[in-house]
């Protein structure tokens, strides 16, 4: 898609809704959810304002509050080692390690670093309330990372990710070049490996101006460059579970047989006679736990725990309080 959408929100916190304005939720799902990539080109270059602009990660890299690996520096496809833009600050008999130096962090961001802040969304109330809106809205985990590149800067060599991706273009522009997936939506245990795989079809090639969208599901190969202009951007990252999850889950649920308790034959790994046993047992364990599966208590379960693990919205600190006395060791409290 590749269509104007001038207008910013008017409200203060964004939705998922607003981050792929003006196509539908139904539409995105539709066409584009683990199908294709998705380019929203906008006028309005203070669409994300209310997210973060420039100068809010300025002032967060001036004042060193961020200690690494909170904030990173890579160069040439590759993490540059955490002393190089670190210092160990001490304060009498008292030190704190990986506190960000802003003049050796500036000096490498002038020689073409790009200083990334992964999970910023711990760090930035506003990402933090973007992304439990989200993963409510998903039920799958949910991050943001930031990026900012010098101007005449390439990114992170050719690659893909294992999460799908919304790319939120703060300030400045950075050239997209996206290629086809090698494989299709990989799962987060295979990651990409160059050695392994073949350059694959190019499919899209883009440049993302402030209040632009790039949404591309995982798996599609990507690099990026700068070009006059620095450039800085959010990505938002949905790590979800599969029906590969759900699956391990029913055969977790084995565990409470005995007969599923039972210890492999010994040698079972040397002997080929063992090994064409299990292999003849296996589609008979798997009918019968066909025939014992409790569907509805399954994915009750695999519900229950994603929601215990779901990220909580951002509650606020008062500090102007009187303090409550505590309980007695009894657990009962005395007027």
């Known amino acids: 898609?590749?269509?104007d959408f001038a207008s910013s929100p008017t409200r203060m916190e964004l939705s998922f809704e607003d981050l792929i304005a003006p196509m539908s939720r139904e539409a995105f799902f539709a066409d584009y959810w683990e199908r294709r990539p998705l380019y929203i080109r906008r006028a309005g270059p203070s669409f994300y304002d209310s997210l973060l602009t420039r100068a809010d990660l300025e002032a967060t890299i001036a004042s060193a509050g961020l200690r690494y690996p909170a904030i990173q520096l890579t160069q040439g496809g590759r993490y540059i080692p955490p002393e190089a833009f670190?210092?160990?600050?001490?304060?009498?008999?008292d030190s704190l390690a990986g506190v960000l130096d802003p003049a050796r962090v500036t000096a490498l961001y002038r020689g073409g670093a790009t200083?990334?802040?992964?999970?910023?969304?711990?760090?930035?109330r506003p990402l933090a309330d973007l992304a439990a809106r989200i993963e409510a809205q998903f039920d799958h985990p949910v991050h943001t990372n930031l990026y900012l590149t010098p101007g005449g800067c390439a990114g992170f060599t050719p690659?893909?990710?294992?999460?799908?991706?919304?790319?939120l273009q703060i300030a400045g522009h950075k050239h997209w070049k996206v290629n086809a997936p090698p494989a299709p939506l990989p799962h987060h245990t295979q990651p990409h490996s160059a050695q392994a795989q073949q350059p694959?079809?190019?499919?899209?090639?883009?440049?993302l101006g402030?209040?632009?969208?790039?949404?591309?599901?995982r798996g599609f190969v990507h690099s990026t460059a700068t070009s006059k202009a620095s450039s800085l951007h959010i990505t938002l990252g949905i790590t979800v579970f599969t029906w590969v999850e759900l699956l391990a889950e029913w055969f977790q649920s084995?565990?409470?047989?005995?007969?599923y308790r039972r210890a492999l034959e010994p040698g079972f790994a040397h002997d080929p006679h063992a090994r064409e046993a299990l292999k003849a047992e296996l589609p008979k364990i798997i009918a019968e736990l066909q025939g014992l599966a409790d569907y509805d208590a399954l994915v009750e379960t695999f519900a229950a725990r994603v929601r215990s693990g779901a990220m909580r919205p951002v509650e606020g600190f008062a500090s102007d309080i009187m303090a409550e006395p505590a309980a007695p060791a009894g657990g009962r409290r005395h007027v």
């Open 200 to 207: 694959t079809p190019r499919v899209m090639e883009v440049e």
């Open 210 to 217: 402030p209040g632009d969208m790039l949404y591309l599901p």
């Open 1 to 3: 898609m590749d269509g």
């Open 115 to 124: 200083i990334s802040a992964p999970f910023f969304h711990l760090a930035w």
């Open 254 to 259: 084995s565990k409470i047989y005995p007969r």
């Open 86 to 93: 670190t210092q160990n600050v001490k304060v009498g008999r």
């Open 159 to 167: 690659h893909y990710d294992t999460h799908e991706v919304f790319v």
